[in-house]
């Protein structure tokens, strides 16, 4: 990984007079950045070697890579127009309706002790029952269905697609035959692919899941609290010890439980791990397959004309601005029927994963790629003329 790291974030070239001038000095370096500015381009090569390498990271839109590209006027004027006058509309919007849940989840958690795990770092009000969770849940699906409305998505195209897979339909006839019941399983997570931060304010629209979360968000002001309310599942990417066994049992646990429990939030799971561009699906991790529970995939797309709203390899200060400055923005989805998976498939939760992933492109007319989290942060290294690749490949193991 090292030597393809090397081979790709090279120096561009120095002008031919200054060059001649170093020979003669017999001094000859040039520590120019892959990339040192907006205006500041790679070589010709490299930039097309860049992108058909990491092509599931490669932003499309007129912003260009890290939303950093040369607008045209029309574009700039509208950007500084929406600046002065729809940005901050949105934001004091935005702010008020956060507040007011946060003040909803502290009133619903009053007298209430959340549950507790040290061992693993947890904090959370998974297990809240009566009025309590239902102002909750029904007060952050319509306030986050207000928000989306708030950012721009004033319509979202929703399509419920009913397909059967033919294990289903075998497994259907062999419960006939049983005599057993027809009445389907309680799927126990939400499998979706990862395209922005989006992804999250619908799901909380649509079904308000509980979701796996860095360990800083429980800390965060007003977030914090409200992360708690959904039972998030909190992670340290960083961390080295042997914490993620631990982590991974308790999404296992919870997605046995939504399986069981009808009362009991649904996880709601990215198993890429990480955002592409929207065109692509990467390798599932194992984690939401482990628990063998059937799960129901989401496709979700955001069609643009001029700012991609992928979050891949463009900054979120400067992501969250560029969304704020358009005015209309779409989110397309595509629910699939439950994935019921086979003995075979609960036996290995790899081929359980990698069949739920197969699926979801076919239906989605994603791209299958084999590239991740890692080589995600080479490329952001590449763009960023990071010449510090150690420090980049240690991080892999996430």
């Not at 075998?170 to 989006?198: C, F, M, W």
């Amino acid at each position: 990984m090292e030597a393809e790291l090397k081979d790709i974030i090279k120096p561009v070239p120095p002008p031919q007079h200054v060059l001649e001038q170093a020979l003669d000095d017999g001094s000859c370096k040039d520590d120019r950045p892959l990339l040192k500015s907006a205006s500041a381009r790679a070589s010709a090569a490299s930039i097309p070697e860049l992108e058909k390498k990491y092509a599931a990271f490669v932003r499309k839109d007129v912003y260009g890579a890290m939303g950093r590209g040369d607008l045209p006027l029309p574009e700039k004027v509208l950007l500084g127009i929406a600046l002065v006058t729809l940005v901050p509309i949105r934001i004091v919007l935005g702010m008020s309706m956060l507040l007011f849940y946060y003040l909803i989840c502290r009133i619903c958690t009053l007298f209430l002790a959340p549950n507790r795990d040290e061992d693993e770092g947890q904090e959370d009000f998974a297990h809240m029952r009566g009025w309590r969770r239902e102002v909750i849940v029904r007060c952050g699906r319509f306030l986050s269905r207000i928000l989306l409305f708030l950012l721009g998505f004033f319509w979202i195209n929703e399509t419920y697609k009913d397909v059967e897979l033919p294990q289903h339909k075998s497994q259907a006839t062999e419960n006939e035959d049983k005599g057993q019941s027809a009445e389907p399983e309680r799927p126990g997570a939400v499998i979706s692919n990862h395209v922005s931060y989006l992804d999250i304010l619908y799901h909380m629209s649509s079904s308000f899941p509980s979701f796996v979360a860095k360990r800083s968000v429980a800390k965060l002001p007003l977030v914090g609290l409200i992360s708690k309310c959904m039972g998030c599942v909190y992670v340290q990417r960083e961390s080295k010890s042997s914490d993620f066994k631990g982590i991974s049992g308790v999404v296992t646990e919870r997605v046995k439980e939504a399986h069981q429990n009808t009362s009991a939030p649904m996880m709601m799971l990215f198993p890429e791990g990480t955002t592409t561009n929207g065109d692509y699906i990467l390798p599932f991790k194992t984690g939401a397959f482990l628990a063998g529970a059937p799960v129901v995939p989401v496709i979700l797309r955001y069609p643009y004309q001029r700012f991609s709203l992928a979050w891949d390899s463009i900054s979120g200060v400067r992501h969250v601005i560029f969304l704020l400055c358009q005015f209309i923005n779409r989110m397309e989805v595509i629910w699939l029927p439950v994935y019921y998976p086979s003995q075979e498939e609960k036996d290995d939760p790899k081929l359980y994963a990698n069949n739920v992933r197969q699926w979801m492109a076919h239906e989605g007319n994603l791209i299958v790629s084999d590239i991740g989290l890692a080589e995600k942060r080479i490329y952001h290294a590449a763009l960023n003329g990071n010449s510090s690749l150690p420090s980049v490949i240690h991080q892999k193991d996430d």
